[in-house]
């Protein structure tokens, strides 16, 4: 048999690399004859680089940068064994954890620290940029990283504009004669795991503003902002400005996709799709007899371009497909659905959430070799 283990993290509790080695030892208790694959997967969120790290057997590097309010910091980053693509997740610079120690300043926080780790990587010869955008601090269009990069985005007296999302309502032409030219030689994909426009009800600082410490004027004021500078991109770009305004995944970290694809040309992709194609998953699910995947919690949103979508939907037809995770939320016939042959939780009985976190990967385990045995013995 072929049996691939490709599950995201269980948050909380175990990384993916973690989650990943204890449904391999789950298998390899039932099956020890068994070609047995361990593939730590995410979809472009928070683990990504790590998750990337493991299953390309490197280490993360570090760099010297600041945070989303323009303290130093230290930031990790990847590269890929070739050193052609460099991993950046954006929150280990402008995160909401790295700013938790004061009260959150959503119209000063910015993305220049992002653009310090990206102006090293190119620097240092990386040919592909994959940039994970979750969990940010920030509501700034991406401006802060181009900054980083040599732009300068001034308002209609030509007086460059203040940082963070206070500037971008007065953001009238941006600055591109200083740019790094590093900046349009690499290739650039961004990783996004929601599907939120720019602006309006579902966009950027209204969904989003309120965890990042935004008031409802804030609000109103940074979806102004935001609009305001995809008018200005969107004509330097050539492009109508409604392309921007509504394009799919543009409200993800603060609008960071838009600044990117106006002037670099960035692709804005799924996360588990770029992960997927980082990773070669369709190469290592060809001829897979089981698929062992999971996360913390198996639900809807699950189905919705996660990890757990991912593998189900790139698993040969006929090999099963099994989700093993902290809770199981959908019913079998949702499961099926989706291509999930079975779907099982980690909790042995009555449990806290607590109970489980602590002995996740020893649950994690157990349950994966219940699941291989009816593989095996049926």
Not at 82 to 109: F, H, K, W, Y
Not at 251 to 263: E, H, K, N, R, W
Not at 298 to 312: E, I, N, P, T
Request: glycine fraction near 12%.
């Amino acid at each position: 048999m072929k049996i691939v283990c490709a599950p995201d993290s269980f948050k909380g509790s175990v990384t993916a690399a973690q989650a990943a080695a204890a449904l391999a030892a789950g298998a390899r208790q039932v099956c020890p004859e068994a070609e047995v694959i361990e593939l730590p997967f995410a979809d472009g969120g928070e683990g990504t680089l790590d998750a990337l790290m493991a299953a390309w057997g490197r280490e993360p590097e570090s760099v010297a940068t600041v945070d989303a309010l323009g303290r130093p910091t230290q930031a990790r980053y990847g590269l890929s064994p070739d050193g052609r693509t460099a991993v950046i997740e954006a929150a280990e610079a402008n995160g909401l954890p790295q700013v938790s120690d004061v009260p959150l300043q959503p119209l000063r926080a910015d993305t220049y620290g992002v653009g310090l780790i990206a102006h090293h990587v190119m620097t240092a010869g990386a040919e592909e940029i994959l940039l994970c955008i979750g969990g940010s601090a920030t509501t700034d269009g991406g401006t802060g990283i181009l900054r980083a990069l040599g732009v300068e985005f001034l308002d209609e007296e030509g007086v460059p504009t203040t940082p963070g999302g206070a500037g971008l309502n007065r953001t009238a032409r941006a600055d591109l004669s200083g740019m790094d030219p590093h900046a349009r030689k690499v290739r650039w994909r961004i990783a996004v795991d929601v599907d939120n426009p720019l602006i309006g009800e579902r966009g950027a600082a209204a969904v989003f503003g309120p965890q990042k410490g935004a008031t409802a004027e804030n609000i109103a004021e940074l979806d102004a902002g935001l609009n305001q500078l995809a008018t200005v991109l969107a004509a330097m770009a050539g492009v109508p400005a409604e392309d921007y305004r509504s394009a799919e995944g543009f409200g993800a970290a603060g609008g960071i996709p838009l600044a990117l694809v106006s002037v670099l040309g960035a692709e804005v992709v799924p996360g588990s799709t770029m992960v997927a194609e980082a990773l070669g998953l369709d190469n290592v699910l060809a001829g897979a007899d089981l698929v062992l995947t999971g996360e913390g919690r198996f639900d809807a949103q699950s189905l919705g371009g996660k990890v757990v979508d991912a593998v189900a939907s790139r698993a040969p037809k006929s090999s099963g497909v099994v989700v093993i995770a902290g809770a199981v939320q959908l019913s079998p016939a949702q499961s099926r659905a989706a291509g999930i042959t079975a779907a099982f939780s980690i909790a042995p009985g009555a449990a806290n959430l607590e109970e489980l976190q602590s002995d996740a990967a020893r649950l994690i385990e157990n349950t994966a070799a219940h699941a291989c045995a009816l593989f095996v013995f049926r």
